[in-house]
């Protein structure tokens, strides 16, 4: 009889949750990545937003997606981050943010190097975010591809003015 009981609540809760999904099935959001803005940057590091746009073709809105991602400089990884969360807005149109920041000496191995690069010309690096988003919908949690690159600058570094005053000769 027990057993019996605790079939028929599981079933019973399996319905209940069913009933509150929307007519027909939850459809998975659109995203595309937008634009990269660059917040801060010094010698030492530089710090971004990764822009995304989310489109949520559903009538309820996505309150648990989360994202793992991988950040490369030039195919060699750099960054990695997990647990960001996000909530798409039921038939919107939402945009999403990926901070990153990039200490500019771990990519290019020493001061030297980075300086090298910089006087040499290089004004820029390209990037690449490798991520997946996981959006919760309901009984499945469906995975999503994003990617996203670009260029990211370098820090400009001048050569300082050295001034040398005119010999003062006197006979």
């Not at 489109?55 to 648990?64: A, E, G, Q, R, T």
């Not at 500019?104 to 190097?113: G, I, L, M, T, W």
């Not at 995975?143 to 050295?162: F, H, R, W």
């Amino acid at each position: 009889m027990k057993i019996l009981f605790a079939a028929m609540l599981v079933i019973s809760v399996f319905i209940a949750g069913c009933s509150s999904l929307p007519e027909g099935s939850l459809k998975k959001p659109t995203i595309t990545y937008l634009r990269t803005e660059i917040t801060g940057i010094s010698l030492e590091k530089v710090k971004a937003n990764v822009i995304f746009q989310a489109i949520n073709p559903n009538s309820v809105s996505l309150d648990f997606v989360s994202m793992n991602y991988k950040l490369f400089l030039e195919n060699q990884q750099v960054l990695a981050g997990d647990g960001l969360k996000f909530n798409f807005i039921a038939d919107s149109t939402t945009e999403f943010t990926v901070p990153v920041e990039v200490q500019y000496v771990s990519f290019f191995k020493s001061a030297e190097n980075l300086t090298k690069a910089v006087l040499g010309g290089r004004k820029t690096v390209s990037f690449n975010l490798k991520s997946t988003l996981f959006v919760d919908l309901k009984m499945i949690t469906v995975e999503i591809p994003v990617n996203a690159s670009g260029d990211l600058p370098l820090p400009e570094i001048k050569a300082p003015a050295i001034k040398i005053p005119k010999p003062k000769l006197k006979f």
